[in-house]
């Protein structure tokens, strides 16, 4: 093998043939090695085929087409076979988003949807569906001094400790051109997460949070057409629906046989978590008005 | 049947009615169905089923690249669905550069709603927020796409609708595809009948007690006393009410001659094949 990069990401110690300049330099023990490698084009025993990702028991194929094909196995190994011509960092692109959520599901890492901020010692998830705002959310946090723990892919150990954490992923968000441009940052100086996308990459080191933090509360974004920024908590019953809702990439659990022990999570995270459904009105980032009813919450966490 | 029926149209030309009247249809519920909890299989254009049908995050590539999977991602819910699948879909019947069509037709079969474009004009510009002749302008262009800004993240897949015609002429010619037409106006006018032939051409086996119940329940009047009570999550910011008036011929009294002339200017071959001239 050739010369190896070492990062730490995720808790995990990660040797990699690749540079992946988004993550932190760290040397270790490897506890992942990704290297570059022939992918099969099918898993022979697929449990679950979708129309590019397969996965069996510790096992997950994802093809994405002109860029890459991805492999991981046993929550230790990711295995990429790049399509001819394709750019390092749209390799990298997919590789920190899905496939690692896949190698964190290999892991039994319960993963959610949504950006995570550090306040006083404590984690805070916010999810929703793609496009709701939760990476903007987090930059304008960011720039309030709040310390971030990750982007879009967040990884949560909610068995085997006294309350779930939140583990750190690594210190860059993503913000569209106009998202930046409501933040007041320069879109300029920041690199482009692909060359063919008005989506940059925002690197945040200094307010990167290293340590997991215990996880105290979770909030659901959405819009609506309504006046004003409002926040309810969601009733018991409907926490764990929420939670498998925002699960990210629910669907490669099928195949992996994870169900059972991802209900166990989600009901450990229910437990000890307060969830709320946050709606701002649609149409608009309404940024500063969100902004300020959550600072409220977050200061009597 | 099995699969999906594309439930297609222009917007504004009664999809959500046609969506309240299924879901009514399916509901065993001696209650109207609430409005924001309407059983169909969501919109084509919908991001979440993309980026995990795929696995792949939509918000990561570009237009191009998602119209590339778009056809695997409906065919795989197609093919596993165990009952019909009712998607609304604004998207034009288009075609990929490589001469796949965007949405499948195998498995697949349309019902395609068509409204008078004077009426539709009108209620657009109230839609959109734009001026009638704005509005105008839109329904002629063949560029015409929802959601296709490149600095922003949209919260569905960009559609490509094409001018009002050609929307119209894509989806009733689509080569292979079995397409039903139901005019608004003929919905409005004799809704039980309308909807009894739509029921009848996808096949499925009702009672005419249940499509009677599903028609009343659907009246315009009860969507739109549900939308005063509880509001309606599908409504656009800004726009005082989803349910506006729901009638036809209103165009009569809000076109002036110009504005009229205009549009029949652009659309008239559609406009006499479906009885509107």
């Given at each position: 093998?050739?010369?190896?990069?070492?990062?730490?990401?995720?808790?995990?110690?990660?040797?990699?043939?690749?540079?992946?300049?988004?993550?932190?330099?760290?040397?270790?023990?490897?506890?992942?090695?990704?290297?570059?490698?022939?992918?099969?084009?099918?898993?022979?025993?697929?449990?679950?085929?979708?129309?590019?990702?397969?996965?069996?028991?510790?096992?997950?194929?994802?093809?994405?087409?002109g860029?890459?094909?991805?492999?991981?196995?046993?929550?230790?190994?990711?295995?990429?076979?790049?399509?001819?011509?394709?750019?390092?960092?749209?390799?990298?692109l997919?590789?920190?988003?899905?496939?690692?959520?896949?190698?964190?599901?290999?892991?039994?890492?319960?993963?959610?949807?949504?950006?995570?901020?550090?306040?006083?010692?404590?984690?805070?998830?916010?999810?929703?569906?793609?496009?709701?705002?939760?990476?903007?959310?987090?930059?304008?946090?960011?720039?309030?001094?709040?310390?971030?723990?990750?982007?879009?892919?967040?990884?949560?150990?909610?068995?085997?400790?006294?309350?779930?954490?939140?583990?750190?992923?690594?210190?860059?968000?993503?913000?569209?051109?106009?998202?930046?441009?409501?933040?007041?940052?320069?879109?300029?100086?920041?690199?482009?997460?692909?060359?063919?996308?008005?989506?940059?990459?925002?690197?945040?080191?200094?307010?990167?949070?290293?340590?997991?933090?215990?996880?105290?509360?979770?909030?659901?974004?959405?819009?609506?057409?309504?006046?004003?920024?409002?926040?309810?908590?969601?009733?018991?019953?409907n926490?764990?629906?929420?939670?498998?809702?925002?699960?990210?990439?629910?669907?490669?659990?099928?195949?992996?046989?994870?169900?059972?022990?991802?209900?166990?999570?989600?009901?450990?995270?229910?437990?000890?978590?307060?969830?709320?459904?946050?709606?701002?009105?649609?149409?608009?980032?309404?940024?500063?008005?969100?902004?300020?009813?959550?600072e409220?919450?977050?200061?009597?966490? | 049947?099995?699969?999906?029926?594309?439930?297609?149209?222009?917007?504004?030309?009664?999809?959500?009615?046609?969506?309240?009247?299924?879901?009514?249809?399916?509901?065993?519920s001696?209650?109207?169905?609430?409005?924001?909890?309407?059983?169909t299989?969501?919109?084509?254009?919908?991001?979440?089923?993309?980026?995990?049908?795929?696995?792949?995050?939509?918000?990561?590539?570009?237009?191009?690249?998602?119209?590339?999977?778009?056809?695997?991602?409906?065919?795989?819910?197609?093919?596993?669905?165990?009952?019909?699948?009712?998607?609304?879909?604004?998207?034009?019947?288009?075609?990929?550069?490589?001469?796949?069509?965007l949405?499948?037709?195998?498995?697949?079969?349309?019902?395609?709603?068509?409204?008078?474009?004077?009426?539709?004009?009108?209620?657009?510009?109230?839609?959109?927020?734009?001026?009638?002749?704005?509005?105008?302008?839109?329904m002629?262009?063949?560029?015409?796409?929802?959601?296709?800004?490149?600095?922003?993240?949209?919260?569905?897949l960009?559609?490509?609708?094409?001018?009002?015609?050609?929307?119209?002429?894509?989806?009733?010619?689509?080569?292979?595809?079995?397409?039903?037409?139901?005019?608004?106006?003929?919905?409005?006018?004799?809704t039980?009948?309308?909807?009894?032939?739509?029921?009848?051409?996808?096949?499925?086996?009702?009672?005419?007690?249940?499509?009677?119940?599903?028609?009343?329940?659907?009246?315009?009047?009860?969507?739109?006393?549900?939308?005063?009570?509880?509001?309606?999550?599908?409504?656009?910011?800004?726009?005082p009410?989803?349910?506006?008036?729901?009638?036809?011929?209103?165009?009569?009294?809000?076109?002036?001659?110009?504005?009229?002339?205009?549009?029949?200017?652009?659309?008239?071959?559609?406009?006499?094949?479906?009885?509107?001239?």
């Amino acid at each position: 093998m050739k010369d190896n990069y070492c990062y730490y990401a995720y808790g995990l110690t990660i040797k990699a043939e690749l540079p992946l300049p988004e993550l932190e330099r760290r040397e270790g023990q490897e506890d992942v090695l990704i290297r570059y490698g022939n992918v099969p084009q099918s898993i022979e025993d697929a449990v679950v085929r979708m129309v590019r990702f397969e996965a069996a028991p510790d096992h997950f194929l994802l093809k994405v087409d002109g860029i890459a094909r991805y492999y991981v196995r046993e929550g230790k190994e990711i295995i990429i076979e790049p399509a001819c011509g394709a750019r390092e960092e749209d390799i990298r692109l997919f590789l920190l988003g899905s496939v690692f959520a896949a190698l964190m599901h290999q892991r039994q890492i319960l993963v959610m949807h949504g950006s995570a901020i550090g306040v006083n010692g404590k984690g805070v998830i916010f999810t929703g569906v793609s496009g709701v705002g939760k990476s903007t959310l987090a930059a304008a946090l960011f720039q309030k001094g709040y310390h971030i723990l990750t982007d879009d892919v967040c990884a949560v150990k909610a068995l085997g400790s006294e309350t779930p954490q939140i583990i750190p992923a690594f210190p860059r968000l993503k913000l569209w051109a106009d998202a930046a441009e409501k933040l007041g940052t320069d879109i300029g100086s920041l690199p482009r997460i692909r060359e063919k996308l008005d989506k940059y990459g925002l690197k945040v080191e200094k307010s990167f949070q290293q340590q997991p933090l215990p996880l105290k509360s979770i909030y659901i974004l959405s819009n609506r057409d309504q006046e004003g920024v409002s926040i309810t908590p969601l009733a018991k019953l409907n926490k764990l629906e929420a939670l498998i809702k925002n699960t990210y990439r629910f669907r490669f659990l099928e195949g992996q046989g994870g169900k059972p022990l991802h209900f166990q999570q989600c009901v450990e995270v229910a437990k000890a978590a307060k969830i709320y459904q946050v709606v701002r009105p649609k149409g608009g980032f309404y940024l500063d008005e969100l902004v300020s009813v959550l600072e409220k919450e977050l200061r009597e966490l | 049947m099995k699969g999906i029926v594309w439930l297609a149209s222009y917007p504004k030309s009664g999809n959500t009615w046609f969506r309240t009247l299924i879901s009514n249809l399916m509901s065993k519920s001696q209650e109207p169905v609430d409005i924001n909890q309407l059983s169909t299989g969501g919109i084509a254009s919908g991001r979440e089923r993309f980026d995990e049908l795929t696995g792949i995050e939509s918000a990561d590539l570009t237009f191009e690249e998602i119209d590339q999977l778009r056809p695997e991602v409906y065919a795989y819910l197609a093919q596993t669905v165990k009952e019909p699948l009712f998607v609304k879909v604004h998207d034009a019947y288009t075609y990929l550069p490589d001469g796949r069509p965007l949405l499948p037709v195998e498995n697949c079969k349309a019902i395609y709603l068509i409204r008078n474009p004077l009426d539709v004009v009108i209620s657009f510009s109230h839609h959109l927020r734009r001026d009638l002749d704005t509005t105008i302008e839109l329904m002629g262009n063949s560029s015409y796409c929802f959601c296709a800004k490149p600095r922003k993240m949209h919260n569905q897949l960009r559609q490509q609708l094409l001018s009002w015609s050609e929307h119209v002429e894509s989806w009733v010619e689509a080569p292979g595809l079995d397409v039903h037409v139901v005019r608004y106006e003929d919905l409005k006018a004799q809704t039980f009948e309308t909807f009894t032939q739509a029921i009848n051409f996808l096949g499925l086996t009702v009672g005419e007690k249940e499509i009677q119940k599903a028609v009343d329940f659907s009246d315009f009047k009860v969507l739109k006393k549900q939308e005063e009570e509880k509001g309606f999550k599908e409504k656009p910011s800004g726009m005082p009410a989803f349910f506006r008036e729901g009638k036809t011929g209103g165009w009569k009294e809000r076109l002036t001659e110009e504005q009229v002339e205009k549009i029949i200017d652009q659309h008239k071959r559609v406009m006499e094949r479906f009885y509107y001239l």
